[in-house]
């Protein structure tokens, strides 16, 4: 992990509320946290815990109540969105629902590449055949395929290669494995540590797994009822977690720290 003066993504009492009135909910509570070049950072909490909504508000999907999100050293604004999406890309945990199944593997890589400005075909052809290697695809077999044609697993790594097309600095991973079988589960952990260190780009993965938390991160945020609870290096946390919420998580994955 390289760590530089600046942090690449600023999170600054970022709050989201749904509803009106006396009671609002909120459904992010002030959440503070930095997100460092080249780091892997794992927000941890059950359904409910605000870790969704805290990703597509970084994704600027949802508008914030309050709070700001500062990127490479600016606050985000409205204006910003289309550049920044050029930069921050995003894999959800159904690839199913998020492969256009009207398009093939050429099709759905074609369209992301659109967003890069001044790319000749044949860097367009480069950069797809570039990215199904770098999830462990072999473009000649898959760029003519339609997703009924590709499994579970294979449907997120032309997801995650989808992203790469843009070269992001951060992927924001929500739940990218929890649609898939166990058995896929490790290669899709072990795809994000390698592309780290392959790309250099941050990533933030976001799941309701400790044990999966504990397994890829280099940084570990634990939430609940939309409040960030604890957070700090993964070790540290699973060695000496201090809040009950996270004990009782640790505690559902048995020999975590053993």
Do not use: C
């Amino acid at each position: 992990m390289t760590v530089n003066s600046q942090p690449l993504l600023a999170v600054e009492n970022l709050t989201r509320s749904f509803g009106s009135g006396k009671n609002p909910v909120l459904a992010v509570n002030n959440v503070n946290f930095q997100l460092e070049p080249g780091e892997i950072m794992a927000i941890v909490g059950e359904s409910g815990s605000g870790k969704s909504t805290l990703a597509r508000l970084i994704l600027r999907l949802l508008p914030i109540s309050s709070g700001k999100i500062n990127f490479e050293g600016q606050t985000l604004t409205a204006s910003d969105t289309r550049n920044y999406w050029r930069k921050v890309q995003a894999v959800f945990q159904d690839p199913f629902a998020a492969f256009n199944q009207f398009y093939s593997v050429r099709g759905v890589l074609t369209q992301a590449a659109r967003l890069v400005v001044g790319l000749s075909s044949s860097e367009r052809e480069k950069r797809m055949t570039d990215a199904l290697i770098s999830v462990g695809l072999d473009p000649i077999e898959m760029l003519d395929k339609t997703p009924y044609q590709l499994s579970g697993g294979q449907k997120q790594r032309v997801m995650i290669a989808r992203a790469l097309m843009l070269q992001p600095k951060l992927l924001i991973a929500d739940e990218p494995t929890s649609m898939l079988d166990a058995s896929l589960r490790v290669s899709i952990l072990n795809l994000l540590k390698d592309l780290r260190d392959q790309y250099g780009m941050s990533i933030l993965f976001i799941t309701h797994d400790i044990g999966q938390a504990y397994y890829v991160s280099d940084r570990l945020l634990v939430m609940y009822q939309g409040e960030l609870v604890e957070q700090g290096k993964t070790e540290e946390v699973i060695a000496q977690a201090k809040h009950p919420y996270t004990q009782r998580l640790m505690a559902d994955v048995p020999k975590l720290h053993g």
